[in-house]
Nanobody
Framework: QLRLVESGGALVQAGASLRLFCTAS????????MGWFRKAPGKGREPVAA????????YYPDSMKGRFTISKNNDQNTVYLQMTNLKPEDTGTYYC????????????????????WGQGTQVTVSS
């Protein structure tokens, strides 16, 4: 059974950088598509970044492009989310998600496409 654990969330000031970690236990992530989502207070969960199993395709919403970077290290069984120039509106709980899909050739961007979720890590950005 795949288990995902997020870490790295913190309270930071606007303009700061932060790196989130999603460490998997159980099966290897080699054949898993991975995504990061976040839920801001009073809002629904929205996609932040997604990457295919082989890291060949990456998706970012327009609002995240240029600031957020997703990467996948199969040797460490870990997915990273590097965030820069953080803004107060980035505040929320960040979740890591996975879907076993070795043959899908595009990054999954909808939460309904993911089967496994971590418990989340809190990111708070003060102004």
């Amino acid at each position: 059974q795949l288990r995902l654990v997020e870490s790295g969330g913190a309270l930071v000031q606007a303009g700061a950088s932060l790196r989130l970690f999603c460490t998997a236990s159980g099966p290897a992530l080699t054949n898993y598509h991975m995504g990061w989502f976040r839920k801001a207070p009073g809002k629904g969960r929205e996609p932040v970044a997604a990457i295919t199993a082989d890291s060949g395709h990456i998706y970012y919403p327009d609002s995240m492009k240029g600031r957020f970077t997703i990467s996948k290290n199969n040797d460490q069984n870990t997915v990273y989310l590097q965030m820069t120039n953080l803004k107060p509106e980035d505040t929320g709980t960040y979740y890591c998600a996975a879907h076993l899909s070795p043959y899908i050739q595009y990054a999954l961007r909808s939460e309904d496409e993911y089967d496994n979720w971590g418990q989340g890590t809190q990111v708070t950005v003060s102004s």
